[in-house]
């Protein structure tokens, strides 16, 4: 009887540590858990930043690190617990663990996403449709980071218009993203997945080190940066000779117009092998946000941490910067009443 009483006390006890375990975080306390990625990920790079920028104020900012891709709206908005960190290291086995340590133990509090994600998962849209509007979603601030959609061939092909892949019909080797921009780039050739494969050909993801070794046309958003979402980039343009194409302005005008993009440029010698400015679509942002129901305190010091922190981003691995005219602005996402105030005072927002 004492051995079963002492088992089961035992288990009590456990239980009850594992559940002051999980109360250790919140804002309250100034332990809030904020939803980010990993730590060369662009929304880790901005968790990592905001952590930084918030200590001044008493704040120990908990970072998930596998908090991210398009479930962070998903996250934030309910305040889930974060997943197990063995599930991230399995889908995503060339980022190194140690770019991705284990989660705190607490419901997140805030986070990162890009502007895109945001205002879609707002309004129940795009990736979110059928899943109903989270408007419970705030914004706190915008931390611009230029992002280009690029379309690349080797140049021994001798590709200089996508036409040709599907009048040539020969076993293509292509990599994309695989998001709904350059699904809609293939759609405007008349290509797919399906046609090309019957032909003989492959589509992989670009964000996998391994697909990078054998390929051919390369349709994929990124810019000149080592984070593993486009670092397809950094790498191919160094290893390849490539031929940088130019898409129709009609295709350009419908993906900024269905995707909340914009018509922009391609930076004359972003990368290797690009000797022109050429045309495409382009996004910015990331955005730092919680939700409706936390304190008005929380949301005007994480706007000032950023504000009076500024120079924290220029020394990031990615191309961030802050912009007083566009800070508050994630399309129509409701900046959060905190977060209003402080940009108010500011004289950046009237």
């Known amino acids: 009887m004492v051995s079963v009483r002492r088992v089961f006390l035992a288990a009590v006890l456990s239980a009850l540590v594992h559940f002051a375990n999980a109360q250790e975080t919140g804002i309250k306390i100034k332990k809030p858990v ?16 905001v952590k930084t920028a918030m200590q001044p104020y008493g704040y120990d900012v908990l970072i998930c690190y596998n908090c991210a891709t398009g479930e962070a709206p998903r996250i934030v908005a309910a305040a889930k617990m974060p997943e197990p960190i063995e599930k991230a290291w399995k889908q995503f086995p060339f980022i190194p663990p140690n770019q991705s340590p284990p989660p705190p133990h607490g419901p997140v509090d805030f986070g990162a996403t890009s502007v895109q994600n945001l205002w879609n998962a707002y309004q129940g849209t795009h990736g979110y449709s059928g899943e109903g509007p989270r408007k419970n979603l705030r914004l706190f601030a915008v931390i611009q980071s230029p992002n280009y959609l ?51 050909g492959h589509v992989g993801r670009g964000g996998v080190p391994e697909e990078r070794k054998n390929f051919d046309v390369i349709i994929h958003g990124g810019t000149l940066a080592n984070a593993p979402e486009f670092n397809v ?46 045309p495409t679509v382009t996004r910015t942002g990331h955005a730092v946000y919680g939700r409706s129901d936390n304190p008005d305190d929380f949301a005007y010091t994480v706007a000032k941490a950023l504000d009076e922190h500024q120079d924290l981003l220029q020394w990031s691995h990615l ?32």
Request: with cysteine; net charge neutral; hydrophobic share 40%.
């Open 150 to 200: 690029i379309v690349a061939a080797r140049a021994e092909l001798g590709i200089t218009d996508l036409a040709q892949i599907k009048q040539k019909r020969w076993p293509l080797r292509l990599l994309t993203d695989g998001n709904e921009v350059s699904t809609a780039v293939l759609a405007y050739y008349g290509l797919t997945r399906q046609a090309i494969e019957s032909a003989g």
């Open 233 to 278: 980039w950094y790498e191919v343009s160094q290893k390849f000779d490539l031929n940088y194409l130019e898409l129709p302005h009609d295709l350009l005008a419908k993906l900024a117009k269905e995707n909340e993009m914009q018509l922009g440029t391609i930076p004359d010698g972003l990368l290797r092998g690009i000797d022109h400015p050429i």
């Open 319 to 350: 191309n961030l910067s802050y912009n007083p005219r566009t800070v508050w602005k994630a399309f129509e996402v409701p900046l959060h009443p905190g977060a209003a105030r402080y940009y108010r005072e500011r004289g950046y927002m009237k």
């Open 34 to 49: 904020f939803g980010g990625a990993c730590k060369v990920c662009p929304w880790g790079a901005v968790a990592e930043i």
